[in-house]
């Protein structure tokens, strides 16, 4: 999802290498001759340029408990968010 200001930016808990990535979801954001492997994450993988950030976030409690909790990784360019990609939701 392209996006601008969310999720809040105090869902964002850890900060996280492309290395850090790769081994995390399976993708590589660094090395265009590696195929993307899974749907689900190409358009994000298609949106990482060299220098963004990626920050995993998270929903607070309450949300979790109201049925509307989210999780996710977003990419972080120039201290503004450009793209978000939920992995969890309930």
Same mark, same amino acid.
């Given at each position: 999802?392209?996006?601008?200001?969310?999720? !809040?930016?105090?869902?964002?808990?850890?900060?996280?290498?492309?290395?850090?990535?790769?081994?995390?979801?399976?993708?590589?954001?660094?090395?265009?001759?590696?195929?993307?492997?899974?749907?689900?994450?190409?358009?994000?993988?298609?949106?990482?340029?060299?220098?963004?950030?990626?920050?995993?976030? !998270?929903?607070?409690?309450?949300?979790?408990?109201?049925?509307?909790?989210?999780?996710?990784?977003?990419?972080?360019?120039?201290?503004?968010?450009?793209?978000?990609?939920?992995?969890?939701?309930?």
């Amino acid at each position: 999802m392209e996006t601008g200001e969310y999720p !809040d930016k105090e869902w964002f808990y850890k900060e996280i290498s492309p290395v850090e990535f790769e081994q995390k979801y399976g993708e590589s954001l660094t090395d265009a001759s590696k195929p993307v492997k899974n749907n689900f994450w190409a358009e994000f993988v298609s949106f990482y340029r060299a220098g963004d950030r990626i920050k995993l976030y !998270d929903s607070p409690i309450e949300d979790w408990d109201a049925l509307c909790g989210r999780e996710g990784v977003a990419l972080i360019r120039d201290e503004r968010t450009v793209y978000t990609l939920d992995t969890a939701m309930n």
